[in-house]
């Protein structure tokens, strides 16, 4: 298959810039794969769509304030965008700079703490952080929350809050789990006194998942690293809840990514923890989860992309063009999609 497959046109303004006031508030598109129907929702009727039963899989992770600035010694001005953290003191990056710095170059944080670049692989750079303190709490002090590009706006208190999920527990990602976004403490008690189980996976989202795809091939495409971790516990409750007809409803596609990573050679989800590259395009079947939680993605994406291997590529794109006919907000602070996933032949 080619990227122009997944293409669709979006009009700029439906893009969202600031999360609702609530963030329970959003409107939900159930995409039906098998009865090929498409239904407009609300996001705080979920209980009622779900069933007593069910597994619901979120991804912990909590998002870092990877974003910094500041300056080359001829005076340039340069912004870091973390990737992902390899170290006490480094970590690989994306570099928003005129000229890109060669190795061995020193950037100086606004702080004044130095930043040493120690080597190029593609569009991403190894920087070693000249400091005393250990990275994390370099950024906890001075980064700021690492707003995706289509956000045309500086990030500002309320993001601190809003652009991470209120069951965020383990530091890593530098983007977050936006499916997560839409629940708030009130939906989550309402979902267990529906008789809804709760599981967790921890995916490290990277800035690499805003890279777009430059391989008009698919199978020439590579994906970014992310690091994960499925636990025990969380297996054993996936095969106690189909033991007893519930469903597995993944909360993002950093969900099924996990878990379908975690697969084992019978195919079956294992418990693993390490990194992963899995590219999900159509002709992959997806056996991890029964449904999936998700918002709208960009055009041409590798998470447009898992999501069509879901509930197929036509169906997928035609509820998108349903999405922008009836103005659902878009991407990160946008609105979301409760997938049921095609049927195969057995």
Request: hydrophobic letters at 40%; proline letters at 6%.
């Amino acid at each position: 298959m080619k990227k122009s497959d997944f293409h669709y046109e979006l009009p700029p303004e439906l893009i969202a810039q600031q999360p609702l006031a609530d963030r329970s508030a959003s409107r939900l598109l159930v995409v039906d794969s098998p009865r090929q129907s498409l239904s407009d929702r609300r996001f705080g009727e979920l209980p009622a769509l779900l069933r007593e039963g069910d597994l619901l899989v979120f991804n912990d992770t909590r998002v870092l304030p990877a974003r910094l600035f500041g300056r080359k010694p001829s005076g340039g001005a340069v912004e870091i965008m973390l990737e992902r953290i390899i170290g006490t003191h480094t970590a690989v990056a994306m570099l928003g700079v005129s000229k890109k710095p060669r190795g061995g170059s020193l950037i100086e944080l606004d702080d004044g703490t130095p930043v040493r670049v120690l080597g190029r692989e593609g569009a991403f750079f190894e920087l070693r952080f000249e400091c005393v303190e250990p990275l994390e709490k370099l950024l906890l002090r001075i980064g700021h929350m690492p707003l995706p590009p289509y956000i045309a706006r500086p990030d500002d208190a309320r993001d601190s809050e809003r652009y991470q999920t209120v069951y965020a527990r383990h530091p890593g990602a530098v983007a977050a789990p936006t499916a997560g976004l839409h629940f708030d403490d009130g939906l989550l008690q309402a979902l267990r006194g529906r008789g809804i189980d709760f599981g967790y996976i921890t995916l490290h989202v990277g800035a690499g998942t805003f890279q777009p795809v430059r391989a008009e091939k698919l199978e020439d495409h590579e994906m970014h690293r992310e690091w994960l971790s499925v636990g025990a516990e969380l297996v054993e409750k996936m095969r106690h809840t189909r033991a007893h007809s519930g469903r597995v409803i993944a909360v993002g596609t950093t969900v099924v990514r996990a878990l379908e990573a975690a697969r084992g050679g019978q195919g079956e989800v294992e418990p693993f923890a390490g990194e992963t590259r899995i590219f999900i395009f159509p002709g992959y079947r997806i056996t991890s989860v029964d449904g999936l939680i998700t918002n709208f993605h960009l055009p041409e994406s590798t998470l447009l992309m898992l999501i069509s291997a879901f509930a197929g590529r036509e169906f997928v794109l035609s509820a998108y063009e349903h999405a922008v006919r009836q103005r659902y907000r878009f991407y990160s602070y946008g609105d979301a999609m409760l997938v049921w996933p095609q049927e195969y032949a057995s």
